[in-house]
């Protein structure tokens, strides 16, 4: 399976984007789907995921972030809106079994989009 991922930029806060990743090489609608963010000297961190049974965000963004998937264009995609500057980051794909599975270790990763929003 590989996952591409796209969609970031330089935005400035308040503003939106909407960042996509497609899956190739196997049907993924059985798995989650989800993505993780990296920003500079810290820790990847798990954003949120969407499985057959839901989906989940962490706390910081889920008032502004929504994650959706088109299991026909084995794709899914994080809206992003009212960015902050600490949004800003490396945002990553990933793919695994199950929404806790994926958090806790996904199966597979694709590259990074980078994220920059301003102030």
């Known amino acids: 399976v590989q996952l591409q991922a796209s969609g970031g930029g330089l935005v400035q806060a308040g503003n939106s984007l909407r960042l996509s990743c497609v899956a190739s090489g196997r049907t993924v609608s059985g798995y989650a789907m989800g993505w993780f963010r990296q920003a500079p000297e810290k820790e990847r961190e798990f954003v949120g995921a969407?499985?057959?049974?839901?989906?989940s965000l962490i706390d910081s963004v889920k008032d502004r972030f929504t994650i959706s998937r088109d299991n026909a264009k084995n794709t899914v995609y994080l809206q992003m809106n009212s960015l902050k500057p600490e949004d800003t980051a490396v945002y990553y794909c990933a793919l695994g079994g199950g929404i806790v599975t994926l958090r806790r270790s996904p199966n597979y990763w694709g590259q990074g989009t980078q994220v920059t929003v301003s102030s």
């Open positions: 969407i499985g057959w049974s839901g989906s």
